[in-house]
């Protein structure tokens, strides 16, 4: 089974700073899909960004970005001149390729992020 | 928008009640998917469907039961609920593509007494 890993409970940063976010994943498969979702308080999960395995090009979502380092099976979030709403939990997740067998994704335990003003 | 409704966002129940937890999505997706929220464990999936009248187990499905009757709605059931599963329950819905995102709903924060 996969595992995805966040090892990092907790972190905090100054507003306007730049924060990464780190995530680690367990798979044999070449080809997969990799998420990040943000949970604010009202409990909503947000999509942030999304990558393909088979992709090399890191994805960017205006202020989010990753690097994506496929052999090192990592997936990294980086957050851009942070603001205050940005302050949440934020889960990495893992799909396997679809066709055959069970979907969904397997979340990590999730990373809160605390947004200093 | 995708829109997925649970219909309950606090729910209050005893000891060895029957719980229904009730899930719908507007976007006319094949995949729909119960997960469950506990602090400090992320998100585990409890059962996953793809269609209608179809379910799959996933990794925590014991003492939860699943029914898709209709292609927009999906219900979680606890046959006789339990203190220790009392936690955030989360549905969501997407097209069984790799790269589609799961859409969720907001959550029902089931407390059993």
């Known amino acids: 089974a996969q595992t995805v890993t966040q090892s990092q409970p907790e972190m905090s940063v100054q507003e306007a700073e730049t924060v990464t976010l780190s995530c680690t994943y367990d798979?044999?498969?070449?080809?997969?899909?990799l998420f990040w979702y943000k949970q604010p308080p009202s409990r909503q999960m947000i999509l942030v960004i999304r990558?393909?395995?088979?992709?090399?090009q890191n994805a960017t979502e205006n202020r989010f970005s990753v690097n994506f380092q496929k052999a090192a099976k990592s997936f990294s979030l980086k957050i851009s001149d942070s603001q205050l709403g940005d302050a949440a939990m934020y889960f990495c997740?893992?799909?396997?390729?679809?066709?055959?067998?069970?979907?969904?994704?397997?979340f990590g335990k999730g990373t809160h992020l605390i947004i200093q003003p | 928008d995708v829109k997925v409704t649970q219909s309950s966002r606090y729910l209050v129940k005893r000891t060895g009640e029957k719980v229904f937890l009730e899930c719908v999505q507007d976007?006319?997706?094949?995949?729909m998917f119960w997960y469950r929220q506990d602090p400090g464990l992320g998100l585990r999936l409890i059962y996953f469907?793809?269609?209608?009248?179809?379910?799959e187990k996933g990794d925590i499905p014991e003492g939860y039961s699943v029914s898709r009757e209709k292609k927009e709605r999906f219900s979680l059931i606890l046959e006789s609920a339990s203190t220790n599963q009392t936690s955030m329950y989360l549905c969501?819905?997407?097209?069984?593509?790799?790269?589609?995102?799961?859409?969720f709903g907001n959550g029902t924060r089931l407390t059993v007494t």
């Open positions: 969501a819905s997407s097209f069984p593509r790799g790269l589609s995102p799961l859409h």
């Open positions: 798979t044999s498969e070449s080809d997969y899909y």
């Open positions: 990558q393909e395995a088979y992709k090399q």
């Open positions: 997740a893992y799909r396997r390729p679809t066709g055959g067998g069970a979907d969904g994704l397997t």
């Open positions: 976007m006319d997706h094949e995949n």
């Open positions: 469907s793809y269609d209608v009248k179809m379910k």
